[in-house]
């Protein structure tokens, strides 16, 4: 247990870096995103083929780990459009509404035990948001878009835990993050179409950290948090994650 809460809290470290990094990154949230899961299924494989856990899977699997990198995907581009539409500690901050999404909705979709306490904790994390950012209005779609990234994740967060014992961290990092390219990918031409002053074409130092959002924010937290999440309730993840926004506004102190 202590272990798998330490791997927690070091994927949810990594992932406090992202708040940075989708702020120094200079392109669009759909563009940024499609380079992070291209990145990061390539480095996937890599590390997949030196490991030699690469294996196949039928297509009714695949066809579940679409949905969940759909999801993922979805949620990286609300969050870093409520990074570019507000700031780094908005966004994140507004992650930590998970909670009260997750004590909804784990006892109607994995049949467990309706849970007052964890409402109750979901709720002041929510209250908390409101309270600091009410009177924000200009940073209202970067809110409104910080709160379905959070909503997002905590649907991706219970359809793992559904199979995350059922695969090993890795190869399920991989198919989901893949998955996600794919999506993505689908969705390319479309987003181009009616966003075509958009630009594809990452400057300066972007190359720089999309590798490192890629690498580490993602190949090795991904991995991280699917092997906590073997051992750890959905609810105690998401409260993990909670802590997201303390690293990332400390970071962003720091970096930004």
């Known amino acids: 247990m202590k272990e798998a809460l330490l791997k927690m ?3 949810v470290f990594l992932w406090g ?7 120094v990154i200079t392109l669009n949230e759909f563009p940024l995103v499609w380079y992070r899961v291209l990145l990061s299924s390539l480095f996937f494989i890599a590390v997949l083929i030196f490991k030699k856990e690469l294996k196949l899977i039928t297509l009714k699997q695949f066809g579940r780990f ?16 409520a990074i570019k539409y507000s700031n780094a500690s908005i966004a994140l901050v507004c992650m930590s509404t998970a ?3 997750t004590a ?14 964890e409402v ?3 709720l002041v994390a929510l209250l908390g948001v409101y309270f600091i950012y009410h009177f924000e209005f200009e940073y209202a779609v970067g809110i409104a878009l910080g709160v379905i990234a959070a909503l ?26 893949f998955s996600a390219f794919l999506f993505l990918s689908l969705l390319t031409p479309f987003f181009m179409a009616y966003f075509p002053e958009v630009s594809f074409t990452p400057v300066g130092y972007d190359w720089l950290w999309l590798v490192i959002l890629s690498l580490f924010c993602t190949v090795w937290g991904q991995s991280l948090a699917l092997d906590a999440l073997k051992k750890l309730s959905t609810f105690t993840t998401v409260l993990a994650v ?14 930004l």
């Open 9 to 11: 809290h070091l994927a």
């Open 17 to 23: 870096f992202t708040g940075v990094l989708g702020k």
């Open 66 to 81: 679409f949905v969940i990198g759909a999801i993922i995907a979805l949620h990286w581009c609300c969050f870093f459009g």
């Open 99 to 101: 909670g009260i999404f």
């Open 104 to 117: 909804v909705l784990e006892p109607i979709t994995l049949k467990t035990r309706f849970n007052y306490k």
């Open 120 to 122: 109750l904790l979901g």
């Open 152 to 177: 997002l994740s905590t649907v991706f967060t219970l359809m793992n835990k559904k199979i995350v014992n059922d695969f090993k961290p890795r190869p399920m990092a991989f198919y989901e993050i």
């Open 242 to 255: 909670n802590l997201e926004p303390v690293y990332g506004v400390i970071l962003a102190i720091i970096f």
